[in-house]
């Protein structure tokens, strides 16, 4: 009985540290987009660092209000659509105007 509870315990702590694993922290995911962005349209540290603080904002924010809810609904799409303006405003703001048209295009 003992032995089963060990390997229970285990496998429960093994599921548990892959289903973290394959959730990044906001400011992992941030750090991932503005890699790619850097890449992509060669920011300035100004701006890196901004931008930074905006892709947090962006998946913060939808893992607090938006992550969970029926897609369906408009209110799904009004939260989508509120939180993806704070970032469009936000990049706007940051980015040249050069930039934030090849953003745009490779958004699409």
Known sequence: ?????????VVFLSIQTVDAQNQLRP??????????????????????RTLFRALVS?????RKEIQGMDESTSAYKAAVKENDAKLHA??????????????MESRN
Do not use: P
Not at 1 to 9: D, G, N, Q, S, V
């Open 27 to 48: 400011e992992e995911a941030a750090k991932n987009k503005l890699a790619q962005l850097d890449a992509k349209l060669d920011l300035s540290g100004d701006q890196e």
């Open 90 to 103: 936000a990049m706007k703001k940051t980015l040249t105007s050069t930039q934030y048209t090849a953003w």
């Open 58 to 62: 962006h998946e913060v924010a939808f």
């Open 1 to 9: 009985m003992k032995r089963f509870m060990l390997l229970l315990t």
